[in-house]
């Protein structure tokens, strides 16, 4: 069998050279592009597409009518998370400028009270610290969880602008305010953190809040300060009122002379069990008047003995009572040099 001549020819030589070559850049090229994920992605959805197309039974039509309606869902979940996220924020932000206006232009803050009564709130706030406990802790941003925990914010930030609306309690409100302004602060920091494509809106979040802390939280605490204070001040002044219109209380605040501490002492302060001269010498004489009359003659022979010891007992009296003077004097000294030194 002889060999076509036109095999071995130059020209046919040079096309088969050119078709190895042509194969080589093109095996060279598929290879790069079966490395790129976004190719491969096409080549996978391009065979699956074609093999629902050529599916006979409607099952299998169904399914992949699903497969393909899930995909141009997962590329269009882009442009909805946006939209979520942007929407959740611009609420949030609307009403906390919304409350923030309502507190300033509030015409009740006179008639709030600096007490505290029973309600819910805490267990409120406590139901959504543990919403946000989750959501923080998650090692990423969850969509669902986000829209969950900021409904939870939105109907505390309601509850709060439905208790300020009307005379409110002071402290009440003061703390609800720091606790939502401490979820808001915490729940805006790991948002900023976790979605970086997003940064100008959870700015604009952030000076919301750094708002509602300025009007609301600090103004409450300034206004639980300031009633504090005042009733401070009046009991202070309540005080000083009693102790001005009670003799026995005033020398303890009003410092005065050592004459004036010893007529007071003198006046004021009993001298224990022992009688004063004057009522000691009258009861003297009423014993000693019984004594002489109900005395028989058996009985007179010992009046000089009974004469006696009643003037024993009025000497010892009468020293006991110099030791008192003496006593009350020294303090009264003590107290004038301790004043004097206060000064």
Known sequence: MRDDPDKHSPSHMKHASFQVKSEITAQQILKKLLANRSFQKYIIDSTVKEILNNAGSTDTTACGQQLITQNLEFQSSTNCRRAIIHQNIDLLICHLKLIAELFIKSSNLAFCDIGANVNRDASALFSTRLQLELFLNSDRFQLPRFEQFVRRLYTLLRCFAARISTPFQIANCAFFAS????????????????????????????KAINIFHDVVVRHLNEMIAARIKEKYETKKVMKRKINENSPLRRTLYRPKSAVTFREVEKTLRSPGY??????????????????????????QRFSKHTAQRNIQEETVHRLAREITKEMVNGLAERVDDVVLISR
């Open 179 to 206: 606790c939502l302004c401490d979820l808001l602060y915490r729940f805006e920091e790991f948002c900023s953190m976790h979605e970086k494509n997003f940064i100008s809106k959870f700015e604009q979040l952030q």
């Open 274 to 299: 022992l009688l004063p001269h004057d009522l000691h010498e009258k009861r003297r004489l009423m014993q000693s008047r019984q004594a002489t009359a109900s005395l028989s003659p058996a009985k």
